[in-house]
């Protein structure tokens, strides 16, 4: 391999190894201190590049990317405040757990700190939401640095993927010229220098350092012993909360199928839908749990945790009463899921391995209790009122988007849900179902920002159809990115509910305080969303009855290109209707139970 000059003997020799470990995608904003990883970027043909205007965006596109993909993405910006804009995405890759190699140009030691212009200080600038952050020194063309640079992209690499997987933060300092111009006093004199490794890489086209990965293997007679007890104790839940490995649905259904135990499976823990055994999942605990009572006569012995702590604020306060459960949290990661502070059993293994460890452990299985039974009396009594109540409903409420959805969305499509209401609606609304339905959303850090970037960055890696269920105030905060899907062509369905404000604080206590809720809380802003479909050239359409989102959706469904489909809410109407499906469950459970 032949370079111009040092910076991109450098930024060409790490470029190279990345591809060699495997990275196949970096997006790439533009800028003139990053243009030696830029450029080298550009010439690597086995990694594709996605160019974004916006570095805000561009991050959040690259987390997108990166959890559709379970593999390292990387991400380039030249020096400066244009680093502080990846700072939002950084922190929601590090708690959710996405690989992304946050690559940053910056000025050379002699001008930082000096008043050169676009300069802060960047180094270690994402704290420990970056888990390994490295300075790299200018570049200098020696056997020792190249074989440096080429160690520290495998590093990088393998920092990024391995668990618990996360955002790793390298810093260039290049020095002019930043351009690709020929400076052969750059090089070694002597040809037997420039023939190293260190160079060209190795000969068979592998990583310079080859990494090897292992998952946390259970330890068999640990797993025997897990198994014995919870054979003998009947009243057990198994609560699964927010990740990502496809392979746990099977592994933890088939377990909850042996212990005759209900799994409280949330959207986004992939379990709630699938072609694996569903008979022992609950997919509307979020609407029982609210009634004390029955949430206190339904006090299991023993609580198995698979993932982290699910998004409905029933389920925390289902754990809090039951502090005196046996609470097993099983978790590969670095993270401690236990806000709470309940957790009696912390395993730090593979759940899959450990389910499937503890199935073969258990022969035969429980015949299914009082205990069991109960579970499915209240369910079916929840999934009855609440299919009953909706479907009365002709306003356009935004509980019945996600049931709604159910319908409509094709095999193996990803539904990805904003924060704030949005995803606790798809938590109580969208049933249990065949259907191959990914789920998605930001919940790392559970921010409103980024939220757009984050979905399309899925839909552009993904296999399926991409469906965003978005509130308004979240889409007008990242309606740049909305510029990646006319870049680059992307298939997706945006669903914005306008509902003029923050729906989720109406909610909440402070709607009570009338004198300051709207100007602080409910802040209307008074905005529709045509002109922005317009700006970007997408697909518009307001909808204002059932029949219409229906129809847009199966519209939508079945095109090319990405469309918003806006529905107008009522945020005091929204209120009235979620308490009113409340009401019908207590009503229809307290009569199920009684008999």
Known sequence: MRFENRNYAFAGAFVEELARCGLR?????????????????????????????????ASFFALGMARSLGEPVALVCSSGTASANFYPAIAEARNSLAPIIVLTADRPPEISDWGALQTIDQVGMYGTHAKWSVNMPPPEATRELMAFVRSTACRAFTTALEPSAGPVHVNFPFRDPLEPAVVPNDFPDTAEDMADEAWHGRADNGPYIRAVMSERQPVPENVERLAADLASTERGVIICGPQSDPELAASVSALAKRLSYPVLAEPLSQVRCGTHDRSMVVDCYDAFLRDSDLAAALAPEVVIRFGALPTTKTISQYLERHRAARHIMVDTGQSWNDPLHVTSDMLRLDPVLLCNGMVSSIEGGRTPGPWASRWRQVASATRAAMKKEIGGFQQMFEGKVFSELARFLPEDATLFAGNSMPVRDMDTFFPSGAKRIRFMTNRGASGIDGVVSTALGASAVGRGKLVLVIGDISFYHDMNGLLAAKAHGLDSTIIVINNDGGG????????AYEDVFETYFGTSHGLTFRATAELYNLGYRKVEEWRQFQEAVAESLNSSGTD???????????VTLHRRVWAAVAASVQAAVSR
């Open 504 to 511: 989720i604080f109406s909610f909440l206590p402070q709607a």
């Open 25 to 57: 995608h970096v997006c790439i904003c533009p800028g003139s201190r990053s243009s030696p990883l830029a450029i080298s970027f550009a010439r690597q043909p086995a990694i594709k590049t996605w160019v974004h205007l916006d570095e805000r965006s």
């Open 564 to 574: 918003i489909i806006e529905i107008p809410g009522d945020r005091a109407l929204n």
